[in-house]
């Protein structure tokens, strides 16, 4: 039981920094695909996940770039079509549709993550929202 109620305040912690970063860079949506939640799921936000726009006036690296320069970490999102990877010609597997986002390597090419620690505080929170507006900032000034 105690360790389903620290679990949860972990889980709760980890939407309650996700949420702030998706209200603080929200009126980025023509640079940014943040990340949504359907009604019948519920993201535990262990990173927090960005994908840089086609069209967007930077690349996904000048925006890790900065980041990695304001020390915060990032990581790709090593995603894509699994199908595709040299492994899978050993398992049998089926796809379903024309996988458009894999295929285009969407997600491998123009997303990254940051993590989402619990002890992430407030401070913290608006450091990193704050860094990347001030990217986003530049980027549409240039």
Known sequence: MLRALKLDSFINQRRESAAYWTEKLSDYEDELILPIEPEHAKHVYFGYPITREIGA????????????????????????????????????????????????????????????????????REYIADSINNFLKMASNE
């Not at 900065?66 to 040299?86: F, K, V």
């Open 57 to 124: 006036g930077f690349t996904r690296k000048e925006l890790v770039d900065h980041l990695e320069m304001e020390l915060i970490e990032t990581r790709p999102i090593m995603a894509g079509n699994m199908a595709e990877q040299p492994g899978m010609r050993h398992i049998d597997h089926r796809t379903v549709g024309e996988l458009p986002n894999s295929n285009s390597r969407m997600i491998m090419r123009q997303s990254f993550f940051f993590g989402n620690h619990t002890r992430i505080g407030p401070e913290e």
